[in-house]
């Protein structure tokens, strides 16, 4: 077991953290090390930044880590890291889906704490898995859907929840891209739209998990069962690259999600509407910092990040005043900075509420690419998510 809080005071020392993945060349790497380092709660000491030796070196020492730190594997890392006494307390994977499970598991056993990229796994039968480990180990687990960060996002899930919007009826979420429009040739591409890294969803796992994510989040529901129309329009592309889901959640209310990697003059075009008995809600990822809100019968109401009518809940989630635009790097900080408080809160006992997504979140986001999968082979038939 990793050993945690050897000094009087750990809460006045940053996390010591580990990466997996997130080498050179590698975008999503640079977006969780950029988000840890915001708020000044973790310090990067440890990584096996690639599976290829030579790079996992070359990326280590780019980003002055001590050569002793740097692995070439994550089962090296986890097994060393796990005796140091000084060793990692928190490990953020960042790699292609296929290794989500396998390294989270090895993490996990030895005691340290995982925050880990979405999807949660390649495969339903992984997702199942990591859960029952994750469940099993002391430590905790983290899912970075980074647009639950978002001020705005947490606002709307808080007056869903206070009931201004009264009864969810209608959900309606999208997330259009154009970057796959035609075949491309590199890194991101490649292991995107590889069944064997990326799992049998394409736009569903990859950004068709967010819309679900966000849709889950903002409203507290979950879907009971969907219709999923999948395409795969460009020649020789073995996963879906646009996906049409109908939508029944438990609760009652219907849902549209449509994810498209394939729409032309979209680039990450994330948009939600709620509708209620007694309201609406509506949010733009690209233009974060607005949330529209119309109560039935009354004049359209735009609430500003940091502005008038904002719950005070929402404070800590904002850094600067309003009209300079937050967005996608302080959505992925807060994440960081909320799992900090639960690890530091967890390495004294205590259990702290948090709004980070986690293991339970991880697998609903597999069980609805699977139900999506399964779905669009038998020509959109209704289907279970599975249980």
């Not at 809460?11 to 990466?19: A, D, F, N, V």
């Amino acid at each position: 077991m990793a050993i945690e809080g050897k000094e009087d005071n750990p809460e006045s020392r940053p996390i010591r953290l580990g990466m997996v993945g997130g080498g050179k060349d590698a975008f999503i790497g640079a977006v969780h090390r950029i988000a840890s380092r915001i708020d000044g709660r973790y310090d990067l000491v440890a990584g096996a930044l690639s599976s290829t030796p030579e790079k996992a070196q070359e990326s280590g020492r780019a980003l002055g880590l001590k050569e002793d730190r740097i692995y070439s594997s994550f089962e090296d890392m986890a097994k060393r890291e796990a005796r140091l006494k000084d060793g990692i307390e928190a490990v953020a994977i960042v790699t292609p889906n296929h290794v989500h499970y396998p390294a989270a598991k090895a993490f996990l056993k030895r005691g340290i704490h995982v925050i880990c990229d979405k999807p949660l796994t390649s495969t339903l039968p992984d997702a199942k898995k990591l859960a029952k480990a994750a469940e099993a180990s002391d430590s905790l687990f983290f899912l970075t859907h980074n647009y639950t960060g978002y001020p705005m996002v947490r606002q709307a899930k808080e007056m869903v929840a206070n009931g201004d919007l009264g009864k969810v009826r209608v959900i309606q979420v999208e997330y259009p891209q154009d970057w796959l429009t035609v075949e491309q040739n590199n890194k991101q591409a490649d292991w995107r739209t590889d069944p064997a890294r990326s799992g049998a969803g394409g736009s569903t796992g990859d950004i068709g998990t967010h819309a679900y994510n966000l849709a889950c989040f903002i409203t507290g529901m979950t879907a009971d069962s969907l219709a999923a129309d999948l395409q795969s329009f460009v020649p020789g592309r073995q996963v879906d690259d646009n996906g049409h889901v109908l939508l029944r959640f438990e609760s009652g209310a219907r849902g549209m999600l449509w994810c498209s990697q394939v729409a032309p003059g979209n680039e990450n075009n994330l948009k939600i509407r709620v509708y209620g008995e007694k309201g609406g809600l509506e949010w733009h990822q690209e233009n974060p910092n607005y949330l529209y809100y119309t109560p039935f019968g009354e004049a359209l109401r735009v609430l500003t990040r940091g502005g008038a009518g904002m719950s005070e809940n929402i404070g800590p989630s904002t850094r600067i005043p309003p009209g300079h635009p937050e967005g996608y790097l302080e959505g992925f900080a807060n994440l960081y900075k909320d799992a900090a408080d639960v690890i530091r809160a967890h390495q004294q006992g205590e259990d702290l509420a948090n709004l980070v997504p986690g293991i339970g979140d991880g697998l609903a986001g597999v069980r609805f690419v699977d139900a999506c999968v399964r779905s669009s082979a038998r020509n959109a038939a209704w289907v279970k998510l599975d249980g």
